[in-house]
């Protein structure tokens, strides 16, 4: 498990990212912004979901929120063609297919 210090830092230098989010991060090895910008969100995204999170789901919106960190920007800023690659990845995932 996550410092609390380490997630709540990383939470605060990344936007779109909560504390959840950061523990997930930190979790799987991506305890920095300049490393999730490195991956990108959705190779952060797999390394971070590969047995799909708590319920088994393999939700786009943590997509939105990590591609966000990576732009430094609102997640409703990305444009919806990257929104709509990273619905199909999840749906992807869930199925099985990635």
């Given at each position: 498990?996550?410092?609390?210090?380490?997630?709540?830092?990383?939470?605060?230098?990344?936007?779109?990212?909560?504390?959840?989010?950061?523990?997930?991060?930190?979790?799987?090895?991506?305890?920095?912004?300049?490393?999730l910008?490195?991956?990108?969100?959705?190779?952060?995204?797999?390394?971070?979901?590969?047995?799909?999170?708590?319920?088994?789901?393999?939700?786009?919106?943590?997509?939105?929120?990590?591609?966000g960190?990576?732009?430094?920007?609102?997640?409703?800023?990305?444009?919806?063609?990257i929104?709509?690659?990273?619905?199909?990845?999840?749906?992807?995932?869930?199925?099985?297919?990635?």
């Open positions: 498990m996550a410092d609390s210090r380490e997630v709540k830092q990383l939470a605060n230098q990344l936007r779109n990212v909560g504390p959840k989010l950061a523990s997930k991060l930190i979790e799987a090895g991506i305890d920095s912004p300049d490393k910008r490195q991956l990108g969100a959705k190779k952060a995204f797999s390394m971070m979901y590969a047995k799909g999170d708590a319920y088994g789901d393999y939700n786009a919106a943590y997509l939105f929120a990590l591609e960190a990576v732009r430094n920007c609102d997640w409703l800023e990305i444009p919806e063609e929104k709509q690659e990273y619905r199909e990845y999840a749906q992807d995932l869930q199925k099985g297919k990635t």
